[in-house]
């Protein structure tokens, strides 16, 4: 038979199923980006962007942006609506915009803004910091400024300035107190403003946000807050200054039917208040647009059953039967498509520190003489361990396992024999599951032994700072090594993170078969680094970030891939050094050198160490101040 083949590890790591064709694997085994030139792929090896930042002095972990894949999501959803459109008859337009809250970096507004001036793609600001970044950035007429979230009378003032520069500034109604603000500051500054109601929808949706919808969502107007908000702009002669109308069901929406559905609500409120007399035109459909993270292609909440452009011909066939029926001209479509736009353009590198085996150690030929009676039946139980017996024996080594712990715990066990026993005990636990596949039926207490036998892959980043989702709502990343795919990963494993703290972990992975609770990985090899990235992170994770033990930002780099294959970093930004995260938490680097500078001397005085150490120390401890917050090789 055949050995292992790259083609396996495709398979094995459900690449094609998540990667939506932007990831790959070489001949060698290596992981590859996979971007387009005049319609032809073009793969780069991600061992070789590894190599360029390490010449370039940026140790692991790194943050890796990709620009080709965010420029080419933009292109995907504007092209995919434009075909759509075209498809259908329908007489509307489509405008993207970025909710800025899903990546704030500088970098990431700034290249959305940037290549998507072709197609008019503008930004959602939900605070008035957001709003300064998209008015700073937007340049298009024709792109849009929707404004969600609370507003002051800052917010609204900022917003009628972007109105007076020429932009397409929308104001947002969230709650019924923001009317009387954007009628007194447009009124204040001669602006007449563009204003959007965000309607209450009933519908729901499956997945994690589900309480974005229904009555109980935390935005957007009731029905009779709605009707009170039409009486106020009609009494103040402004009802023609209400031309958008916007709803938000859910984030990371994955199935297409509630997207359909709240649609079909959502035309409803649309064609009665254009029959209140608002003139309308922009249809704001909020976010959803999932990410299928374990390309399972189901509705559960990691993944999604419709493809893109599934997804732009409902919302538009449905959009254009709804008002087709009610003679009313289509409105533009808007989408806040932020997830599906930047997640694909992230990955987080790190290496592997070192390794936790849950794996038996070479058995002795006999037990001891004068062995525990529990531990003599723990040898019994291995010696007699077959398919037949799986379940008898299993139950018997947990019972005789127990019985040899509390025996330790009363002192009637010394600790070598307890080792032993643990051994005998790993060894009937992966004879077991090596004799699994031959039953008919697995009984549930054994199906979780990948699970227990499992490695523990210490990685060298924080779990808390680059995939804080992954902690907080037990989202799933794709995670797998980015080289060495040509040969048989050996073991089953779970990631563990720097931190102190035991939820800081990898325990749940995309593979083929959608989800596993394990991760197969290499036996690492003496001498080399042993590289794995997380896939997929480019929507909330850097701003989310926190600094638990201090481990703070990791080295970003942004690389564009050239039409040749090559790449370029086209920016590169270091990492927080320890005295910079030990500034965020109030202390001051300066004074902590002089604490311990003095107390450096003091030891010298006292004659505990010389003059020389002492320099040593203060040199190292200045040192660790400047470096980075990870791991480092010596």
Not at 139 to 168: M, P
Not at 471 to 490: C, G, N, S, Y
Request: glycine fraction near 8%; aromatic fraction near 8%.
């Amino acid at each position: 038979m055949p050995g292992w083949q790259v083609a396996d590890s495709t398979s094995l790591y459900g690449i094609n199923d998540w990667g939506a064709g932007y990831f790959g694997l070489s001949d060698k085994g290596e992981m590859t980006v996979v971007t387009s030139k005049n319609s032809q792929p073009l793969e780069t090896s991600l061992m070789d962007i590894v190599a360029g930042l390490e010449q370039r002095g940026h140790a692991m972990p790194v943050l890796l942006r990709i620009e080709n894949l965010l420029d080419e999501r933009i292109a995907l959803l504007n092209k995919t609506f434009a075909a759509a459109i075209a498809e259908c008859g329908y007489q509307g337009e489509y405008r993207g915009v970025f909710p800025i809250k899903v990546n704030q970096q500088c970098h990431v507004v700034e290249e959305i803004t940037k290549f998507g001036a072709q197609y008019h793609h503008g930004l959602e600001a939900g605070s008035k910091a957001e709003l300064i970044i998209a008015m700073s950035h937007l340049r298009d007429s024709e792109a849009c400024i929707v404004c969600n979230g609370y507003k002051d009378a800052e917010f609204v003032e900022l917003g009628l300035h972007a109105r007076k520069l020429g932009l397409k500034c929308f104001f947002v109604i969230e709650t019924p107190s923001e009317l009387a603000i954007i009628l007194e500051q447009s009124k204040r500054l001669g602006v007449e403003p563009l204003i959007g109601v965000r309607v209450k929808l009933a519908a729901e949706v499956e997945g994690h946000w589900f309480g974005d919808g229904g009555d109980r969502s935390l935005f957007g107007l009731t029905t009779n807050q709605l009707m009170d908000v039409v009486d106020q702009l009609r009494e103040a002669d402004m009802l023609h200054c209400l031309q958008l109308m916007h709803y938000h069901i859910g984030s990371q929406i994955p199935n297409i039917r509630n997207i359909r559905d709240g649609l079909q609500e959502a035309c409803r409120y649309y064609v009665d208040l254009v029959k209140e007399g608002a003139p309308l035109g922009y249809l704001d459909l909020g976010g959803g647009l999932a990410v299928d993270y374990t390309g399972a292609k189901t509705n559960e909440t990691h993944s999604k059953n419709y493809s893109i452009e599934e997804y732009c011909v409902d919302i538009v066939e449905t959009i254009g039967e709804a008002l087709n029926n009610s003679e009313i001209p289509h409105p533009t479509i808007i989408t806040e498509s932020g997830r599906a736009t930047v997640a694909y353009s992230s990955v987080l590198l790190f290496n592997i520190l070192d390794v936790s085996h849950f794996k038996p150690r070479p058995l002795p030929e006999y037990l001891p003489e004068q062995s525990n009676d529990f531990l003599h039946n723990l040898w019994l139980t291995l010696q007699g361990l077959t398919e037949k017996s799986l379940q008898e024996c299993f139950n018997d080594a947990v019972h005789y396992r127990e019985e040899v712990r509390r025996m330790f715990r009363q002192g009637q066990l010394q600790l070598r024999e307890l080792a032993l026993a643990e051994n005998i005990y790993l060894e009937i636990l992966q004879r077991t599951r090596d004799l699994l596949p031959a039953l008919k039926r697995v009984p549930p207490e054994l199906q979780n032994l990948d699970e227990a036998l499992a490695d523990i892959y210490y990685g060298n980043f924080s779990l808390f700072q680059s995939l804080p989702d992954a902690w907080a709502i037990d989202q799933i990343f794709p995670v797998m090594p980015i080289h060495r795919l040509d040969e048989k990963p050996t073991n089953k494993a779970v990631i563990g993170d720097l931190t102190c703290d035991s939820d800081g972990k990898l325990d749940l992975f995309a593979n083929a078969d959608g989800e596993s609770r394990t991760l197969p990985l290499h036996e690492l090899n003496p001498g080399e680094e042993y590289y794995l990235g997380v896939f997929l992170v480019g929507a909330y994770q850097e701003t989310l970030g926190d600094l638990h033990n201090l481990f703070g930002d990791t080295h970003v780099a942004s690389v564009r891939i050239d039409s040749d294959g090559q790449f370029e970093f086209v920016e590169e930004i270091q990492g927080d050094t320890i005295g910079d995260v030990l500034s965020y938490v109030e202390y001051s680097p300066k004074e902590l050198y002089e604490q311990f500078r003095v107390s450096a001397e003091a030891a010298v005085k006292s004659g505990r160490i010389t003059a020389v150490e002492r320099r040593q120390m203060l040199q190292t401890f200045s040192n660790s101040l400047n470096g980075y917050t990870y791991f480092e090789r010596d």
